[in-house]
DNA sequence: GTGGGGAAAACGTCAGACGTTTAGCGTCCC
DNA sequence: GGGACGCTAAACGTCTGACGTTTTCCCCAC
């Protein structure tokens, strides 16, 4: 523990300095992504913008060609620019992708599942709470459209096999809850999705009670379908109950 | 496209070839940085653990240490290593810490606030979902010292100047988040309110609102303190409703 | 004992060079 | 005249080597 201050020989008392945050120096590849970073949040550098070569970005900043790319890697990395190469390339400001911050999330909550903080009864908990409501939304908001897509979805065969295919298909969860409309609540719990998901990798469950699960999910689709919104709730309540008593019972999370 | 294969003297058609995803080749900054974080994720480095210093690590990697540098720009901007200089210095994996994914997802949402795919009323809409179950479950679960914490959250001064001080206050909606002991639910929550409260600034409320909304606050906290789980929910939906009225009504969303 | 001054280990930054990728354009051969 | 081939230039990608800066630790003088 380094980060110890220095409580040396003082006699008196150690004065209380409060907060002592110095801020050092942020170094500059950090200062110049901040600095960008900040302009293209505020609209001052809108998506497709190209932004000037790493030679020039550094003249401007008045640091050199290396320390301006580390502040494109953070940027890059946070998926605010992106980068190509060849004559007609150089660094682009990011459209905006839902579908990437979603991994991103999906990806932060996997290492908090490994701490004692965030446990995996937490993201069921979480889950039981949004999707049941999701799929009240669905059924009252369904056109005709997200209808066949949900569906589809729960008609969709089960192979977890070839997954490279199946483009469109995803899984009847991420369907039903981007059938709401309401793209923030696929951004909350498809993550969730996606973590338990790969926390139950090849738990042995039985084709019998994929059958099931199958089952509900037709089921649910239906009630979507014909607009009943509660039932959509209850049934979709009642299937999360199910897959709970399924992860508790074969879900290897340690 | 040189990663085209040798179709070369076909006569016929010009072979579909599928999915030709090439790929290119990942630049080696990025699959020193995978491996890097595959490794991390698989708890193969455990947080704490000392990296190499940057010109070991290349040399492990078989590259030099300005792409080593890069590798750690891209994995420290996503929280998993941080750096610090100096003997005893050197790179570090990251204790998993909520509050910095609480930070990023905020910022992701940020961004995609700006777009017309979320709009802000899908934010309101996933907020009346959340923290009305939320106010249930700790309503349910309250342990006296969280009570106190909801209790003092509801009583604070609304003081929005003074910035610095009020380490532990937050704000009424967090600590009641928190208060679930669900940490899920603080982290899908809390980025909403920190979207909401950013595009609010300076909205033109005047005091007569703001004390009917501390009132609900203080309501909300004692049902909570008094274990009455659906007073909680029920008063805390009202108040999300009225708060939503608020947004709407002066709310500057573009 | 205590305080101060190196010394050493790492990161931070710079400068320059060369490789690699890619799009565009011109040329050459049907 | 048209299409395939190959060259060229702009940018990023990578390497090398050097020097500055920060921080800790340890020894030494007082």
């Known amino acids: 523990m380094p980060a110890q201050p220095p409580t040396s020989g003082t006699t008196g008392a150690p004065a209380p300095v409060a907060h002592l945050r110095v801020q050092r120096v942020r170094p500059a590849y950090r200062q110049v992504a901040d600095e960008l970073r900040t302009q293209i949040l505020a609209g001052a550098l809108p998506a497709g913008t190209r932004l000037p070569n790493e030679a020039e970005l550094g003249r401007a900043f008045g640091v050199s060609r290396s320390t301006a790319r580390e502040a494109l890697r953070v940027l890059s990395s946070q998926h605010l620019v992106e980068t190509h190469r060849g004559v007609q390339g150089g660094t682009f400001v990011s459209e905006p992708d839902p579908a990437r911050v979603v991994e991103d999330v999906g ?21 039981l709470l949004l999707e049941p409501a999701a799929a009240r939304l669905a059924a009252q908001r369904a056109d005709t459209e997200t209808v066949e897509a949900v569906r589809a979805a729960a008609a969709a065969p089960r192979d977890d096999r070839d997954p490279s295919g199946f ?3 995803l899984d009847f969860h991420t369907t039903l809850l981007m059938a709401t409309g ?17 926390r139950l990798r090849r738990a042995g469950i039985e084709a019998r009670e994929w059958d099931k699960v199958d089952a509900c999910h037709r089921e649910i689709a239906e009630h979507i379908a014909e607009g009943r919104a509660g039932d959509a709730e209850e049934a979709m309540r009642d299937h999360i109950v199910e897959l ?8 290897i999370w340690a």
Request: proline share 4%; net charge positive.
């Open 167 to 169: 483009v469109g298909h």
């Open 107 to 127: 990806s932060a909550l996997g290492v908090l599942v490994m701490t004692p903080r965030l446990h995996v009864s937490d993201l069921l908990e979480a889950r």
């Open 244 to 251: 709970r008593r399924l992860y508790e019972r074969d879900g």
């Open 182 to 198: 309401n793209l923030m609540l696929t951004l909350m719990g498809q993550p969730v999705n996606d973590v338990l998901r790969t």
